[in-house]
C-alpha cells in the first residue's frame, strides 16, 4: 500500500472515531454503540493505515474487508433509519445523517482502496514459467 492510501486510511479512521463520538454525544442514553464501533473500526481503520504504511502488504487486502463490510452496514443501518425518519420519527435524523455521512466516507474510501489494489497489480511484474 502506499504511503498516500495509508494516510487517507488514518484519516477515514479518525473521522469514524469523531462520527461515534458525536453520534454517542447526541444521546448518550441509547447510543453507546455508536461510541464503540465508531472507535472500534476507527482504530483498526488507523491500524491497517499505519502498518500500511510501513510496508505490510496484507494490509490492503485487510482494509478493502473492513470497509467493505462497513459499507454495507452502513446502507443498512442508513436505510432503517431514514425509513424511521420518513414514518415520523424525527428524533432519529440526525443519527441517519451522521450514519449517511459515514456511508459516504466508506463508500470513498474503497474507492480509493480499489484504485491503489489495481496500482499494485500493474506494477508487480508477472512471473513466467519456464518450459
Do not use: C, H
Not at 487517507?8 to 472515531?17: E, P
Not at 469523531?18 to 472500534?40: D, H, I, R, V, Y
Not at 489494489?117 to 519456464?130: D, H, L, V
Amino acid at each position: 500500500m502506499n504511503t498516500k492510501t495509508a494516510g487517507y486510511l488514518v484519516f477515514y479512521g479518525g473521522f469514524l472515531i469523531l462520527m461515534g463520538l458525536a453520534g454517542f454525544l447526541s444521546n448518550p442514553e441509547k447510543a453507546k454503540t455508536a461510541l464503540m464501533s465508531g472507535g472500534t473500526f476507527g482504530a483498526i481503520s488507523i491500524l491497517w493505515g499505519v502498518l500500511g504504511a510501513r510496508g505490510a502488504r496484507w494490509t490492503l487486502p485487510a482494509a478493502m474487508a473492513t470497509t467493505s463490510l462497513l459499507v454495507v452496514a452502513f446502507v443498512w443501518r442508513a436505510s432503517v433509519g431514514w425509513l424511521a425518519v420518513f414514518d415520523g420519527q424525527a428524533e432519529k435524523q440526525f443519527a441517519s445523517a451522521l450514519i449517511t455521512l459515514m456511508l459516504v466516507a466508506s463508500i470513498a474510501m474503497l474507492l480509493r482502496l480499489m484504485k491503489a489494489r489495481k496500482a499494485s497489480r500493474a506494477e508487480t511484474p508477472t512471473r513466467r514459467t519456464g518450459g
